[in-house]
């Protein structure tokens, strides 16, 4: 039978290779077993060669640079050896801690293996970034407040200076055709033209890093990437290879759970915090020292989707972000964060509050170092060219100014090799500041000369030093010329080791804070998204392995997520911090400006288009965008007064994309409410309205949105089952009424819908 049946006979061949293995998994020949056996529970320590094929998989043919058959084996190709070697065979002992003087001390640049595997990794993709690929940017102006005077030197941060900027936002893991709303960390790259030189925040939307140091990096990104056999899932942590490597690697956690919660799906990156995840050291100029944790604190406040929305707009606008972001500079919404600063003394072992500063995995709470604001940023212009400014743009931990130098941290250490590094592929050559978007506003007399993409015409002889031929140009700048001058830092003197220090160990304390730190609908939406991404991995052994890990957080999270899995909860392994809940981290109980928030305003031809035009001019007053929808495209008109355009129609619009939805009367049914023509309206027909009309309120509804409406708009509320006097849902006598739901919006969402359970 299975011969005549494909489908079956893969199926068949699947399940063979499944029980070929020590512990099947429960659904034997369901297609997407990451790998040809199932793994055990505890990482494997035992040595074994590599794992043969999947019995669905092969290779390409066996033959030369000519094309000439070889008749070699296709494991011949593949990698081979039980133990890890470098990329000449050595083995290797440890590909977890860089060559550091002292487990605390700086990371030596003899250490070839972090060389090679860092190198090998800056150059996986071309012509993509290997991370960051999807990413969107603007042009702008950063004011600074003069406040940070007291602890930098740096030009752009003394008052009232203005300097230009470039700020790229990005996802981590997606291609660059990827879909903007996936469950993903974002980047939050500054790079400020001062007149100093370029200075580039090369920061993320979360304050956490998965991992303390740079070696790993290659590891939790070939961890989150799609796996190498198929190239899925696309965008998204959701499948057992990351769940596999951020389960056996703890110091994961406190990046995890924060990408778990609303912060991993932001509603706008006008609404995102950013930070510069590392600890920087500030130089005054006295030369007195400070150390640093910057921190981008938007002016809308910090917002998210809710998990439903961020999967609609995956396939209805895959480009949400960015187009939101365009759309509200056109608008003349510019958005705009303060850049604030945590500052700490700079003491010989670099911690504040038994905090070590050189973990990237840890935070500062806000309650022990309170975030002082330094300067405003405003984006205020969209790129005239993608490619030549969005794609091309180079950003660099490295690019500092007088007055912000590096510390130890390893993971910054890596970034600073790494950032320079992956730009001779991706860019073609050591050129790429030379590139439009790249060049700084500041005088260079670098002596670089040649090299690929040379767009400069040097003149003179003698691109050396010391010269007399040229005159001795360039001359060397003093500190009162404004040069850069390392802090000279007492090094810690120790052995050679690749080792991490013993503040390193802690994985569970802040994580712990940050779930104890979140409202309690906020946790509904955590243990969702565990739910989500471990019942998207296919072998058990990974799951029971994070639920492990939860139980070192929370026993109630473990337990939902357990649940949810139809799996037993396990009991913690490490005692539970008793943690002080930090209220900055959540993102529920203030109230926010509403600037380019986007209104749907539903109307029909016969309705009372008067009222349209009060509404849109309410909407416009208080800074938003108001989208009118309607039946159908063009304009809607009657006797008294400007025709009404129309920018959504009811096969258009959906929910996902308005803040808030206002419905001007009852509309009738479009002439396309068919379920041939469009199958959102294939429903069964409502008395009172359009099917689509009644979907785009019931999603609405469930997704927290605030709701007005008037002229027997109570009868569309009825029909999509919302009883009178439910939370956010507005009746009045006409567009005049709109005041109340400006007051829902500044919460941003009607989070008395969402109650958690008891």
Known sequence: MSEKNPVKAVADKIAGVMHAG???????????????????????????????????????????????????????????GAYLTTAQGTRLHDTDHSLKAGPRGPVLLQDHHLREKIMHFDHERIPERVVHARGSAAHGVFQSYGTAQAVSKAAFLARDVETPVFVRFSTVLGSRGSADTVRDTRGFATKFYTEEGVFDLVGNNIPVFFIQDAIKFPDVIHAGKPHPDREIPQAQSAHDTFWDFVSLHTEATHHT??????RGIPRSYRMMEGFGVHTFRLVNAQGTTTLVKFHWKPKLGVHSLVWEEAQILAGVDPDFHRR??????????????????????DTADQMFEGIDLLDSTKIVPEELAPVQPVGLLTLNANPSNFFAEVEQVAFHTG????????????????????????????LGGPNFPQLPINRTHAPVNDMQRDGFHQTAVHRGVAPYKPNSLDGGCPFFAGAET????????????????????????????????????????????????????????????????????????????????????????????EPLVDARPSPALSQIGRTWPLDGRVIGIVTGQALDLAGVREAREAVLDAGMVPLVVAPAGGVLGDAGGEPVTVQRTFATARSVEFDALVFAGVPGAGADAYGARDAKAGAPRAPVSDPRVLALLTEAYQHGKALAGWGGAEALFDAAGIPAGEP????????QGLAPLLELLAAHRVWERFPAAA
């Open 257 to 262: 759970l924060w990408n778990m919660s609303d």
């Open 482 to 573: 404004g040069a850069f001058i390392e802090v000279p830092v007492e090094v810690p003197a120790g052995r050679k080791v690749r080792e991490a220090p013993a503040s390193y160990g802690d994985h569970f304390s802040q994580p712990r804070m940050f779930w104890l730190s979140m409202t309690p609908v906020e946790r509904e939406h955590i243990i969702a998204a565990y739910t989500f991404e471990l019942a998207k991995c296919y072998e058990q052994a990974v799951k029971e392995r994070t639920l492990a890990v939860l139980a070192n957080i929370d026993p109630e999270l473990c337990a939902q997520v357990a649940v949810g899995l139809g799996l037993p909860a396990p009991a913690a392994t």
């Open 728 to 735: 956010g849902v507005v009746v009045t006598d006409g567009a």
């Open 399 to 426: 690019h500092l100014v007088p007055g912000i130098d590096a510390t130890d941290d390893p993971l910054l250490a890596g970034r600073n090799f790494s950032y320079l590094d992956t730009q001779l592929t991706r």
């Open 324 to 345: 939101d972001l365009f759309d509200a500079i056109e608008s003349g919404a510019f958005p705009q964060w303060e850049l604030g600063i945590q500052t700490f003394p």
């Open 22 to 80: 020590p512990a099947a998994g429960p659904e034997e020949g369901v297609p997407g077993k990451p790998a040809p056996v199932s793994p055990q529970l505890a990482e494997p320590v035992d040595p074994v060669e590599p794992l043969p094929p999947k019995a669905d998989q092969s290779g390409p043919e066996t033959v030369g640079p000519t094309g000439q058959p070889t008749g070699a084996e296709q494991a011949r190709m593949a990698q081979s």
